[in-house]
């Protein structure tokens, strides 16, 4: 490795060349501020605009100060980060990057996890010259079913645009207008609704300020909650449980099932159910029709659609819809497990504790954005009323918590009620990217081959790399299975089956970083891929405690079948648990 | 030309075709008809003569006559007199405003006498809709010579030695720029001609391309055979028609002659040229941005390193000049590095190309060598100041460029000189302001420019430009208190210090230099709440002297607010708190009774 000699703040240092001033600081422990700079290091994720100087240092010899994010060392520059004229900029500039920016931090959704506030207390700033007569740039306010563009909080980071277009590649947000007008917006400045968004909501992830936030559903549920004619039922999914804890202060990969549902009872919930329950059930139909699928492919079946893609993301069931309408007929059929726990909750629950399915409301608490936008769609409603009624997120959550008084790091652990709250380990590591596909590779093995599995944890499935492959021997039958999570990389695969040149039987797509444990919802990482690594462990170490870690063998999907269902893909299972999708692509340009 | 013994060249810049050039042309045409001489006296549409404060143009060869301010009435004149009688029509002829005597050619015109035209050789002599008249005037000598004589290097060579640099403003080496692209390897390279003019009031490129387009092309050409490219694009703003016509014309011309294309005169070199279109963002004058916008991105730059030479056009590299730059190749192949780098100063070699414009008598376009003063291109060229008015300042490098002041007109014109008296070369614009110009809304003119142009990347130069912009308004509203002069440089030199590209790194240069060296009267708006110059409404104050006032009430019917009141016969006044401060007032008063203050 080539090593350059530089100074900084007095130090002398070599450093590997190529590497930024930024990051040559951080070795030797100087923290330079970065504001729109961003890097999700495993995920090859970097946002390197350049654009909002706070990091600037002065470089002798150099005329203008230099960003410290994105100029690289060179051998005998002398740098100085703390010097009078580089601390008067990055004053000035924050100062100015606040002078366009409201100043409602006390009621802003951002508040307390906000970037820009982090780095108004760091530098301390106190007075923002020239305020009282500083026109600010004011957008329209534009809430879609799952994301809120508040703009007149964008700072111009980029952060947003470069997973929407880069990471995703959906193409929904870049920079529009010029000057003190540029903003972040769709095309046309159309509302998100109208765009190819996905809601996969990544760009609320990332956004350092309020500009981007989720649509907030827990007063509706605190009402329905206050309700006596109602009962009651939550679903939680399976990535919340592992960093929930984050927003009460413990450690990423903390697992805090137990307390969460003690907190969920608390919160008046009549039931507290498991999505897991559902993701078992997903397993059991869309493990059935990959079966199916791949019996005819093996009996000379020329027609049947290969390789079957998994439809438990809502934010890559929007890109399909978006991008690819011409391939609707390749992802699974089976409805996500949050809407087949609504669908069979306001069925067969339902009917189980006598309660009519206009009073009984389900509660989704996911990880995820998307999921709100999901539990909408027209299709996944009876007479006008929703399998789910409302999908909150793992903040939203967290917020609700503490908003009642509960103080979370105190519960006693409990355990989800019967019959909707049991699940096997297989439906847990839904949560991370490669679970579905390794949990419906449990289960169809067995299935296929009538026999036990000989290892459960498929090793191979799992990891952070954005495309991964595996063969599974199922009884000298080669499975050859794709995993992708991230849009963009899922729009690599998708492309090569539409070239046909595509090998695999079967393929998992997550939209987000790291699967569910990614999610839109989740409590912000702030560019930590630490934090996902952390959340994926605690996935698999709860799957490793389950007795039970196959679908197929949680005895309440077993008998959920037996009592209502019949067999999987029966048509019962068919018209409560599968859907068909549109085609979206023609549903843009709207303003 | 030979059958022809006669030739009128009619101005057909954009500027003289606004005042009915096209219609000149025909009339003349029609005329020539009329009397049987359209076989003799031919009628040739040129490119810009630069004289456009006197234009139309129509210049009479052989016997080279001058005639300005032609109208389309006057071709019966022109034809009748000086075609058949040999007579000069005298009042289409230019009469020096200092000398109160007739001009009949150029070279008795002080406008033309200090120029030397490199870049501009062609303009105003040939039609650039005929590549043949470019060729007649050695046009594509220069491609052809160096194909048959030079290797690649020895062309880099050639143009390092000349000391030519960029045009566009920055004033990088040129040959140093192409050898950079040269060294790096790539299957692909691309040299792109920046035509993306667009400081306020500049049109240095424009007319280059569309009076000698030619010279253009057959640069890229030698660039791209220097460089080891095989593709150039010409990015050129929409707005501007007719170049993108002359210049689309000028391609299919040349690749009809063989000089662009596929094997360019049998050397085994092959080269064209395609045109991209801009929006007219300014920003997309800066090489990164510009490439962004050509690849179909949004038209912002982005950090250099890497340079556009190393990863430029589809992250190929790529070789951007500016078209003025372009235009000096041909001539400097021709006539020999040495002969180039003889004229100018130590470190700014050959002629720069300027458009005049502001309170100055010969509005316009000149070139002229490096190393000429302020003053002789003010005084001597342009005429001096309008009306007889006394010279306040000179705005050069366009809206990032600083405002000097007539300490500074013997400084002669180069690179170094003007930054180092606080401006800047820029691209060419050179605006000059009269006693009656308020420096403090000269500055925030230019500042809505840079306000206007920002791509709004970059936080300092996004918002820093917006808040000097609203300081600056205060000022000229009498608003401002004294500590806002200390935030005004402070804001200035952060924006300069850590803005993105250059168009954040020097837009504050007019706030910067006209506090400099107008300090008083950025001092007398805060302190006295006056504009010296009388230019910010907001400041004058409109009262009635009442030793004139006869109480003829004109002046209370002329205001739009009703802030006059006073009975008829008896003295007016004026309420403060209504007044608009419209001046109808003082144009109505016959009894120069209203005052302002």
């Not at chain 1, 654009?51 to 002065?58: K, L, M, P, S, Y």
């Not at chain 1, 508040?150 to 980071?157: A, H, P, S, V, Y």
């Not at chain 1, 459960?456 to 299975?481: H, P, Q, S, V, Y």
């Not at chain 2, 500016?322 to 006539?335: G, R, W």
Request: charged share 25%; with cysteine.
């Amino acid at each position: 490795m080539d090593l350059v000699k530089l100074n900084i703040d007095g130090k002398n240092i070599e450093v590997p060349k190529g590497i930024t001033i930024h990051k040559a600081a951080k070795s030797i422990g100087i923290d330079i501020p970065v504001l729109c700079y961003m890097e999700l290091k495993d995920l090859n994720i970097e946002n390197k605009p350049g654009g909002c100087r706070i990091c600037v240092v002065e470089v002798e010899g150099r005329r203008n100060l230099a960003p410290s994010c994105s100029t690289n060392v060179e051998e005998g520059m002398v740098i100085k980060t703390s010097s009078l004229r580089a601390m008067n900029a990055r004053r000035t500039v924050l100062e100015l990057i606040l002078s366009d920016h409201p100043k409602d931090c006390l009621i802003c959704a951002k508040s307390g996890n906000c970037d820009l506030q982090d780095m108004a207390i760091r530098l301390g700033v106190r007075k923002i010259p020239g305020q009282e007569f500083a026109e600010m740039s004011t957008y329209r306010l534009d809430t879609s079913p799952s994301i809120i563009r508040d703009m007149d909080k964008c700072i111009l980071c980029r952060r947003c645009e470069t997973m929407c277009n880069d990471f995703q590649t959906v193409g929904a947000l870049s920079a529009v207008n010029r000057g003190f007008q540029a903003v972040i917006a769709p095309a046309f400045e159309m509302n998100l609704e109208h765009s190819s968004c996905t809601y996969c909501g990544q760009c609320v992830a990332v956004c350092p300020t309020g500009a981007l936030t989720e649509v907030d559903h827990t007063p509706d549920v605190i009402s329905t909650l206050n309700d006596p004619t109602k009962t009651v039922i939550v679903q939680t999914a399976p990535a919340v449980r592992a960093a929930l804890g984050e927003e009460f202060g413990l450690a990423p990969g903390t697992l805090v099932t137990g307390k969460m549902v003690n907190a969920l009872r608390r919160l008046g919930f009549n039931y507290v159910f498991d999505t897991d329950f559902a993701a078992d059930l997903t397993i059991m139909e869309e493990g059935t029709e990959m079966l199916n699928r791949l019996t005819k492919f093996l009996n000379g079946d020329k027609d049947v659609k290969l390789p079957i893609l998994t439809s438990c993301c809502p934010a890559w069931v929007n890109f399909f819809e978006h991008q690819f309408p011409e391939m609707q007929d390749i992802p699974s059929t089976a409805r996500s497990p949050q809407q087949m726990f609504g669908s069979i909750a306001k069925t067969y629950f339902a009917d189980k504790i006598g309660v009519k399915r206009e009073d009984l409301v389900v509660v989704s608490i996911m990880p995820c954005l998307a999921k709100k936008y999901e539990c909408q769609r027209e299709e996944f409603s009876v007479d006008g009323n929703p399998d789910v009624d409302f999908s909150i997120s793992t903040r939203e959550l967290a917020h609700f918590i503490k908003e009642a008084n509960i103080n979370f790091m105190e519960l006693e652990n409990e355990d989800f009620d019967k019959p909707m709250g049991e699940s096997s380990g297989a439906a847990v590591i839904f949560g991370t990217t490669g679970g579905v596909i390794e949990a419906a590779t449990r289960t169809a093995y067995e299935i296929y081959t009538k026999k036990e599995l000989p290892k459960i944890d498929f090793e191979e499935l799992r990891g952070l790399d954005g495309i991964r492959e595996a063969t599974i021997d199922i009884d000298g039958f080669d499975l050859k299975i794709g995993i992708a999570h991230g849009l963009g990389n899922a729009r690599k695969l998708l492309e090569d089956i539409k070239a046909g040149k595509s090998h695999y039987h079967a393929i998992e797509i997550m939209a987000c970083p790291g699967g569910c444990i990614g999610g839109g919802g989740q409590p912000l990482h702030h560019g930590d891929s630490k934090i996902l690594k952390a959340r994926a462990k605690a996935i698999y170490k709860e799957d490793a405690n389950k007795p039970i870690r196959k679908s197929h063998e949680n005895p309440y999907i077993l008998e959920l079948y037996k009592e209502f269902l019949g067999e999987p893909m029966s048509e019962k299972a068919h018209h409560l648990l599968h859907t068909h999708y549109f085609d979206k692509s023609k549903k843009k340009f709207q303003i | 030309m030979s059958k022809y013994k006669m030739h009128l060249l009619v101005c057909g810049g954009t500027g003289c075709r606004a005042s009915a050039s096209d219609a000149i042309v025909e009339n003349l045409k029609k005329e020539l008809n009329n009397q049987g001489l359209d076989e003799s006296v031919q009628v040739i549409m040129t490119g810009c003569f630069g004289f456009c404060e006197k234009g139309p143009i129509v210049k009479v060869v052989p016997d080279n006559t001058f005639y300005t301010e032609v109208k389309p009435s006057d071709a019966k004149d022109l034809v009748e007199e000086h075609i058949i009688k040999g007579r000069k029509v005298e009042r289409l002829l230019y009469k020096d405003p200092v000398k109160k005597v007739t001009v009949s050619d150029e070279e008795g015109m002080s406008f033309y006498k200090k120029q030397l035209r490199i870049a501009l050789r062609n303009c105003g002599f040939i039609n650039p809709e005929n590549i043949e008249e470019y060729i007649a005037r050695d046009g594509y000598m220069a491609i052809g010579q160096i194909l048959s004589e030079n290797t690649p290097e020895e062309v880099i060579e050639i143009i390092k030695a000349s000391g030519l640099r960029g045009r566009g403003g920055a004033g990088f080496p040129t040959g140093l720029k192409w050898q950079l692209t040269r060294q790096t390897k790539s299957d692909q390279k691309y040299v792109v001609c920046n035509a993306d003019e667009g400081d306020p009031g500049a049109f240095m490129d424009r007319s280059i391309l569309e009076g000698d387009p030619h010279s253009v092309l057959e640069a890229m050409a030698i660039c791209g055979y220097s460089i080891g490219a095989d593709t150039g694009l010409i990015y050129i703003r929409a707005e501007y028609p007719l170049a993108i016509s002359r210049l689309l014309t000028a391609i299919g011309q040349a690749r009809e002659f063989g000089l662009l294309g596929k094997n360019i005169l049998g050397s085994g070199f092959d080269f064209d040229i395609e045109l991209k279109y801009g929006a007219g963002a300014f920003v997309c004058g800066e090489e990164t941005a510009l490439i962004h916008s050509m690849e179909g991105k949004r038209g912002e730059p982005s950090l250099k390193p890497p340079f556009p030479s190393v990863e430029g056009y589809l992250k190929k590299p790529t070789n951007v000049n500016n078209v003025e730059t372009l235009a000096n190749i041909p001539a400097i192949i021709l006539k020999g590095h040495k002969w180039f780098s003889s004229i100018g100063t130590e470190k700014s070699k050959g002629t720069k190309v300027f458009a005049l414009a502001g309170k100055i008598n010969n509005v316009g376009l000149i070139e002229v060598p490096m190393g000429t003063t302020l003053r002789e291109v003010i005084y001597e060229i342009g005429g001096g100041i309008k009306d007889g008015k006394k010279f306040k300042a000179v705005q050069t490098g366009g809206p990032s460029g600083g405002c000097l002041t007539e300490a500074h007109l013997d400084v002669p014109i180069d690179y170094e000189n003007l930054l180092a008296a606080g401006s800047m070369m820029g691209s060419g614009g050179m605006i000059i302001m009269d006693e009656d110009n308020c420096m403090v809304s000269i500055a925030k003119y230019f500042l809505d420019f840079s306000v206007e142009e920002s791509c709004g990347k970059c936080s300092p130069c996004r918002i820093g430009n917006k808040r000097l912009y609203e300081l600056l308004d205060r000022i000229t509203q009498g608003k401002a208190e004294f500590d806002d002069l200390a935030r005004l440089k402070n804001l200035s030199e952060v924006i300069k210090d850590t803005s993105l590209c250059g168009l954040g790194q020097s837009s504050p240069n007019p706030v910067l230099s006209t506090l400099q060296y107008f300090r008083e009267e950025y001092e007398a708006h805060i302190i006295d709440h006056k504009c010296p110059a009388g230019e910010c409404k907001a400041l004058m104050v409109y009262s009635i002297l009442e030793e004139h006032c006869v109480g003829c009430t004109a002046c209370a019917r002329a205001c739009p607010v009703g802030a006059i009141s006073g009975e008829r016969k008896l003295v007016h006044s004026i309420d403060q708190s209504i007044c608009i401060k419209c001046g109808a007032c003082f144009d109505k008063c016959k009894f120069d009774a209203v005052l302002v203050q």
